[in-house]
């Protein structure tokens, strides 16, 4: 169920640059990357508007309905994006796509109501080894099957609906995998959300002192605990996680959203000059490195360290990363100016690029994991009650999806800029990865600003008795 959204998301990114292109609405290729983060700010805005809504319907209804309703609208959105042939008509399906982008945090929920303290670290860790896995599928899917009739001419050269719908093919796989996840939830998932039971009025009545206390206290603790007030919830912890959350997610978001457009741009402008098969397949391949560093690695440092630690060494290993990233523009520009060498030299030079690509991806991939994989188990680990359960995580979701309105119009707006310009570094096409860097720089620092106290489910920690003071008089 949770693989339908990772894949649907990710799966427009390799061929989105070409799609924009072929929308004939950029002036020149410099300027694609805005109307690429007018189309993710699309996505995040209607996100944003909805994602507490279905947070809290969540936690009245219970899960199951909602993410029934949250994979339909996928299945849907999926198939309306590969049929779009104009930049308003795509504005307009991606925004239909953020209304039913609610299923992470209700999925959250769920998860933390099935686990318990032996193996929650575990159970959490599934969310971000869905999403990266759906990345990879998703990303594969849309670089090698865009433009079928073009790529596999002997199998979709006389397809007229894919030649005039060029996109259309990965965007039905993509659909199926939501009916997928449609079906297996409508038949086999299980609510998680125990709803309170009301005793019956004869019963109440009817109770004596010679009615069994262990009953009557059995029964009192069948019902969940009762939901918390906003403002209780917001507390000065809270308050500071989720904003170390928000500003890691926009340093992420920035860099994530970008790279599709700075891989597909020319080397010349500080790109990368891929086609969309290549893009697909550096976002693929690091969705082998996921299944490990999430199952194996991740639980047992979660078990030694604790949370807070593993977020800390996340955030470390994101630095690197950022500001290693554009200086590969070098090593393409290189084989690209280079044409007239040797095929075994060009060939060398290719190896070398794509081993450095490979090992850049992978502490993007560990750093991904670590970092939001213990953000969710803190923001979890702060929920007084299970009942406050969909709030909190509909709250970082919210924080999240704002940021993500953003994070695109920056990211493209300075990259545009940056390579329209011959400014030296950073200001160059190195700028938003170097201004990633900084921020996530400064979430570090503040990370250790948050307590210990995250380490542990807060909803199964015992609760402090009231103590009534004695006088003396």
């Not at 309306?80 to 795509?90: H, I, N, R, S």
């Not at 860790?125 to 079928?148: C, D, E, R």
């Amino acid at each position: 169920m949770r693989l339908a959204e990772p894949v649907n998301f990710t799966l427009i990114l390799p061929f989105l640059y070409k799609m924009i292109e072929d929308f004939d609405v950029a002036e020149t290729p410099k300027d694609i990357s805005y109307y690429a983060s007018m189309l993710f700010m699309s996505f995040s805005i209607s996100q944003t508007l909805t994602v507490m809504y279905w947070g809290r319907l969540s936690d009245r209804i219970g899960r199951r309905p909602v993410l029934i309703a949250g994979l339909i609208g996928t299945l849907a959105v999926s198939i309306l994006f590969g049929v779009c042939k104009t930049f308003p008509m795509a504005i307009l399906v991606r925004m239909a796509a953020g209304v039913f982008a609610g299923n992470a945090a209700v999925m959250k929920s769920a998860m933390a109501e099935i686990a318990d303290d032996t193996n929650r670290s575990r159970m959490m860790a599934l969310l971000p080894l869905t999403w990266n896995f759906g990345s990879m599928v998703g990303s594969g899917m849309g670089g090698i099957f865009s433009n079928p009739a073009t790529q596999f001419p002997g199998l979709f050269g006389n397809s007229k609906l894919f030649t005039y719908f060029p996109y259309l093919l990965p965007c039905l796989m993509g659909s199926t995998i939501a009916a997928f996840g449609l079906i297996t939830g409508l038949l086999n998932f299980k609510e998680t959300l125990i709803k309170p039971t009301q005793p019956a009025l004869e019963e109440t009545v009817g109770s004596t002192e010679a009615t069994p206390l262990l009953a009557q206290s059995a029964a009192t603790s069948a019902a969940p605990a009762k939901q918390n007030s906003i403002k209780s919830l917001l507390t000065p912890l809270v308050v500071r996680v989720m904003v170390t959350n928000a500003f890691m997610c926009l340093a992420y978001t920035m860099c994530d959203q970008l790279y599709p457009i700075f891989a597909a741009t020319d080397p010349r402008d500080g790109g990368l000059g891929l086609d969309p098969r290549s893009i697909g397949l550096s976002l693929g391949v690091e969705g082998i490195v996921v299944v490990y560093i999430q199952l194996v690695v991740y639980p047992r440092l979660e078990r030694k360290f604790g949370v807070l630690y593993c977020y800390r060494r996340g955030l470390s290993f994101a630095i690197p990363y950022l500001v290693s990233m554009p200086f590969l523009s070098m090593i393409a520009l290189h084989l690209q100016t280079q044409a007239g060498t040797s095929a075994m030299s060009m060939l060398a030079e290719k190896v070398v690029m794509w081993v450095i690509l490979m090992t850049i991806m992978t502490m993007r991939i560990t750093s991904s994991v670590m970092a939001f994989t213990s953000i969710n188990l803190m923001i979890t680990n702060m929920a007084p009650t299970r009942a406050d359960l969909g709030f909190m995580n509909g709250t970082q979701q919210l924080a999240m999806s704002t940021v993500r309105i953003f994070a695109p119009i920056v990211s493209g707006s300075l990259w545009s800029w940056s390579i329209k310009h011959s400014f030296p570094f950073p200001f160059n096409s190195h700028l938003v990865w170097m201004l990633s860097a900084v921020l996530i720089a400064i979430v570090l620092k503040l990370s250790y600003r948050i307590p210990e106290s995250v380490n542990k489910f807060a909803a199964d920690q015992p609760k402090p008795i009231a103590s009534v003071e004695e006088s003396d008089d």
